[in-house]
């Protein structure tokens, strides 16, 4: 028997009689597989979730806990989800056609998660905008964004790239490591407690395998050689999947993402960015724009020096991004209100017509 506790999982809702708890450990496909107190198994979905799930949020990820009809000669059924604690999202943007974007719809990446290792290579494809992305979208996952700097073996002057991360994110853990001579590695270890969850995120390249190797003590994942030309990785992860450490610590692996679409991040912008729109509180006018308006706190903070101006810049291009999701979204979500009610309406009047005949 394994004591699912050491992955994590508390009995905040009792399983009835007929189904056991889990956690998915991993997702192909649609083949799930999860950790039982009876051991790894094979399952998939109950049809109850593609009639009720409303979004692609609804279904199981890799970290979640369910409840499992249990087959023992075969296949289980996940019948339920149970609640999130902690979830990482991206906007994914489908129908591309033109610069038109014909759905936005939530990517759910991982979740139940007490930290977020956001991973960057310390090469020259090295961009604090980038990182600063990804702890917006952490900051509204509910797990403590740590930033990891890779490859420290491979940039002499590193501690020029730390000192920029940690001047534009101050409230943030940032570490420089080496999978390769072990620098640095001693200093998660405060992170990497028994029955704590850490989600590994980053473009692929960053050395997210490498690293979860040194921590497995074994070569799980397989190392593949970054791109000469522009400093790119081959993916090495093609799916998600949950890992656990000798230590007693869980790793949740995900695939390098090319792009991260910000979604629904305004808590994360305001908190990322709190000394930008604390300056809005200093304007003369309330409806000043920022731009030439007399009064403006944030273009006499730009001509002093005190907001850089490219601190400026990666505000107001995360506004504009999630502001645009955001719309987008919301006009999809009435649209298909507005069709179900249509066809609602259509089957009323169908059933209607049927009564008078």
Same mark, same amino acid.
């Given at each position: 028997?394994i $004591?699912?506790k050491?992955?994590g999982?508390?009995?905040n809702t009792p399983a ?7 956690? #998915?450990? %991993?997702?192909?496909?649609e083949?799930?597989?999860v950790?039982?107190? @009876? ?8 049809? +109850?979730?593609?009639h009720e799930?409303q979004?692609?949020e609804d279904?199981?990820c890799?970290g $979640?806990f ?6 023992d000669?075969g296949? *289980?059924?996940?019948?339920? =989800?149970?609640? @999130?604690?902690?979830k990482? *999202? ?15 719809l939530?990517?759910v990446v ?6 977020v290792?956001?991973?960057? *290579?310390?090469?020259w494809d090295?961009?604090? &905008?980038?990182?600063m992305?990804? =702890?917006?979208?952490?900051?509204q ?5 740590? +930033? ?6 491979l940039?002499p002057?590193?501690? #020029? &790239? #730390?000192?920029d991360? @940690?001047?534009s994110?101050?409230n ?12 640095g590695?001693? /200093?998660? /270890? ?10 590994f ?5 960053v050395?997210?395998? &490498?690293?979860?190797?040194v921590?497995? /003590? $074994?070569?799980?994942? %397989?190392v593949?050689?970054?791109?000469? $030309?522009?400093?790119?990785?081959r ?7 949950l890992?656990?450490?000798?230590s007693?610590?869980?790793?949740? !692996?995900?695939p390098?993402?090319r792009e991260l679409?910000?979604?629904?991040a305004?808590e994360?912008?305001? +908190?990322?960015?709190? !000394? ?8 003369r006018?309330s409806?000043?724009?920022h ?10 903070? =730009?001509v002093?020096?005190s907001? *850089? ?8 291009l ?6 645009? #999701?955001?719309d ?10 507005q069709?179900?009610s249509? &066809?609602?309406w259509?089957?009323? /009047?169908k059933r ?6």
């Amino acid at each position: 028997m394994i $004591d699912l506790k050491q992955y994590g999982y508390k009995e905040n809702t009792p399983a009835p009689s007929c189904l056991i708890p889990g956690r #998915v450990t %991993e997702l192909r496909r649609e083949q799930f597989t999860v950790m039982t107190e @009876r051991g790894e198994l094979t399952a998939v979905l109950k049809g +109850v979730f593609y009639h009720e799930a409303q979004t692609r949020e609804d279904f199981p990820c890799v970290g $979640d806990f369910v409840f499992l009809d249990y087959n023992d000669s075969g296949v *289980s059924r996940i019948a339920k =989800l149970l609640p @999130r604690h902690s979830k990482f *999202s991206r906007a994914d943007f489908s129908g591309h056609a033109a610069g038109y974007v014909k759905t936005v719809l939530e990517q759910v990446v991982a979740t139940n998660f007490d930290y977020v290792f956001i991973l960057s *290579s310390l090469n020259w494809d090295f961009k604090v &905008s980038r990182i600063m992305r990804y =702890l917006t979208q952490a900051r509204q996952s509910g797990g403590q964004p740590v +930033v990891i700097l890779t490859k420290a073996d491979l940039s002499p002057d590193y501690q #020029v &790239s #730390v000192a920029d991360v @940690r001047q534009s994110v101050p409230n943030i853990p940032v570490h420089a490591i080496s999978s390769h001579t072990g620098h640095g590695l001693p /200093e998660l /270890e405060q992170y990497l407690q028994s029955g704590k969850t850490v989600v590994f995120l980053g473009m692929s390249g960053v050395g997210k395998s &490498s690293l979860l190797n040194v921590l497995m /003590e $074994d070569n799980v994942m %397989e190392v593949k050689d970054i791109r000469e $030309d522009d400093s790119r990785g081959r993916h090495t992860t093609t799916h998600r999947q949950l890992f656990m450490l000798p230590s007693g610590a869980m790793v949740i !692996d995900t695939p390098g993402m090319r792009e991260l679409g910000l979604l629904d991040a305004g808590e994360g912008i305001r +908190v990322g960015f709190a !000394d930008v729109e604390e300056l809005f509180n200093q304007c003369r006018f309330s409806n000043c724009r920022h731009q030439t308006e007399p009064g403006c706190a944030v273009q006499t903070a =730009l001509v002093d020096g005190s907001l *850089s101006h490219e601190h400026w810049e990666r505000y107001l291009l995360q506004k504009k991004e999630n502001k645009f #999701v955001d719309d987008k979204a919301g006009f999809l979500r009435d649209k298909r209100a507005q069709r179900k009610s249509l &066809s609602m309406w259509s089957k009323q /009047e169908k059933r209607k017509g049927k009564i008078k005949k």
